[in-house]
Every structure is written in C-alpha cells, then in structure tokens.
C-alpha cells in the first residue's frame, strides 16, 4: 500500500501549530493535555500527517493565544487557484521560508536572540556579515 503525501497545507498548518507551541516554550505533552489528546497526536498535527479539523484549530488558537488566521499566513498556493484581495484576484502568495524557518528550533533561538540587542547599527552588522558568508543569491 502506497502511503499518501500530506497536504502542503495542512503540513503549513501544522509547522505553525509548532512554530507557535515552541514560541510559548510549551511541550507537546502540554497542547496535548490542554486538548485532551496524546502527544503523538500533536506531533501528527505538525507533521501535516493528520488534518486539523475546524473546532480543533479554533481550541488549538486559544490555547496558543493566536487567531485562527495566524496558522494559514504565508500558506503556499494551490496549483490553479488565485488568492483574493480588495482589489481582485492576484497572484502573489506569500514567501513560506520564514515561517518555515521560524518553525525550527535554530530559527527560533537565532530571531529571539537576535531581537535582544538593542543596538540597531550592530544588528545591521550582524545581518551584512550573515549576507556575506552566505553569498549572492
């Protein structure tokens, strides 16, 4: 039997259900026994491996202190649809690199870190020097 690949969407989802969980410096054991579920559970939710249903994600918001909204920013687009906005349809989705590098640990620490020097010209050294070891684009 061939195992099914998990909605890019719910795997989105998910990543920000971590993202969040781990920005409160909450275990897994914690969401789960807030939503009365099993930590493996929660991990299948951030895998994308389980769908989050609708009820499930509006408990899983307040537990986490975040609008709904929040876990579907930055959310890749669907092959052969549009996004909406004021103006009409458009076709600019939002780049999901910074959520999925926010959704790591090391992401995490580095931009916690990183938001606590206060001096604003040695942040911008920071990131020129980050820019150079990393190279052009």
Same mark, same amino acid.
């Given at each position: 039997?061939?195992?099914?690949?998990?909605?890019?969407?719910?795997?989105?989802?998910?990543?920000?259900?971590?993202?969040?969980?781990?920005?409160?410096?909450?275990?897994?054991?914690?969401?789960?026994?807030?939503?009365?579920?099993?930590?493996?559970?929660?991990?299948?939710?951030?895998?994308?491996?389980?769908?989050?249903?609708? @009820?499930?994600?509006?408990?899983? #918001?307040?537990? +986490?202190?975040?609008?709904? /909204? =929040?876990?579907?920013?930055?959310?890749?687009?669907?092959?052969?649809?549009?996004?909406?906005?004021?103006?009409?349809?458009?076709?600019?989705?939002?780049?999901?690199?910074? @959520?999925?590098?926010?959704?790591? #640990?090391?992401? +995490?620490?580095?931009?916690? /870190? =990183?938001?606590?020097?206060?001096?604003?010209?040695?942040?911008?050294?920071?990131?020129?020097?980050?820019?150079?070891?990393?190279?052009?684009?």
């Amino acid at each position: 039997m061939v195992k099914k690949a998990p909605n890019p969407i719910d795997k989105h989802v998910g990543s920000r259900v971590r993202m969040r969980r781990m920005m409160l410096g909450m275990s897994q054991e914690k969401l789960g026994d807030a939503l009365g579920l099993t930590f493996q559970q929660v991990q299948k939710y951030e895998k994308g491996t389980n769908r989050i249903g609708a @009820s499930r994600l509006q408990q899983i #918001s307040q537990i +986490l202190q975040v609008p709904v /909204a =929040f876990f579907f920013e930055g959310a890749p687009e669907i092959p052969g649809t549009a996004t909406w906005s004021e103006n009409g349809l458009n076709e600019a989705p939002s780049p999901t690199y910074v @959520s999925d590098f926010l959704a790591t #640990s090391d992401g +995490l620490a580095l931009t916690k /870190a =990183f938001m606590r020097i206060e001096d604003a010209k040695l942040r911008r050294r920071i990131v020129d020097l980050v820019e150079q070891i990393a190279g052009e684009e």
